[in-house]
Structure formats: C-alpha cells, structure tokens
C-alpha cells in the first residue's frame, strides 16, 4: 500500500508565496515520477509541475518561473515539494499530489490553495 500526506497550502495575498508538500510511504520503491496537479471550480484537472526518478522536472507554462518542484528523501519516505511564488488569484485551486509507482498513478487528498486579489 501506499500512503501520502499532504500538508501546507491556505489563504495568500496576490504576490505572496506558499509551498506544499506531500509525503510518499509505504510501497514506493518503483517511484517513476511525482507531482502536483490542480483542478480549480469548473475547470478540468491540470498538471502543474512533476519530477521524475532522475530528477527531470516539467511545468505548466502557467508556472514557469513562478514555481519551483523538488524531492526530498528520508528513510522509508519521499516527499515532493511545490514552491510557489509569485502567486495570483487564477493559482486558486484544490492541488492534488500524484505519484506514479510502476506505471500506476496514487493521488492525494487535495489541499486548497487560495490567493486572494
């Protein structure tokens, strides 16, 4: 089984910054990638930024600039990092933390993401 927690998002000021992490444990010993996606009211689920085993990163063109994606290993742990600065009101959002292992996507509970104009 796999678990993850997420944690940090909240309320924001347009030009303010937030940073969310989610924590994979459990069985992730084939993590292919992980990510952070956003779906905001009325809008379909997008990615926002993902790092691969290798430490590739990709990001929405939204974002570019803005956000910074990291990964950070402890024992029996991975945890994956979103920095966002530079926040605007169209970054509101419920940001999802997805996780592939082998091929299979895991996804987190949502945590909100609100900026405030």
């Known amino acids: 089984q796999v678990q993850l927690v997420e944690s940090g998002g909240g309320l924001v000021q347009a030009g303010g910054s937030l940073r969310v992490s989610c924590a994979a444990s459990g069985s992730i010993f084939s993590i292919l990638a992980m990510g952070w996606f956003r779906q905001a009211p009325g809008k379909q689920r997008e990615l926002v930024a993902s790092?691969?085993?290798?430490?590739?990163?990709?990001?929405a063109d939204s974002v570019k600039g803005r956000f910074v994606v990291s990964r950070t290993n402890a024992k029996n742990t991975v945890t994956v990092n979103l920095q966002m600065n530079s926040l605007t009101p169209e970054d509101t959002a419920v940001y999802y933390c997805n996780v592939d292992i082998d091929g299979r996507p895991y996804w987190g509970q949502g945590t909100q993401v609100t900026v405030s104009s």
């Open positions: 790092i691969t085993r290798d430490g590739s990163t990709n990001f």
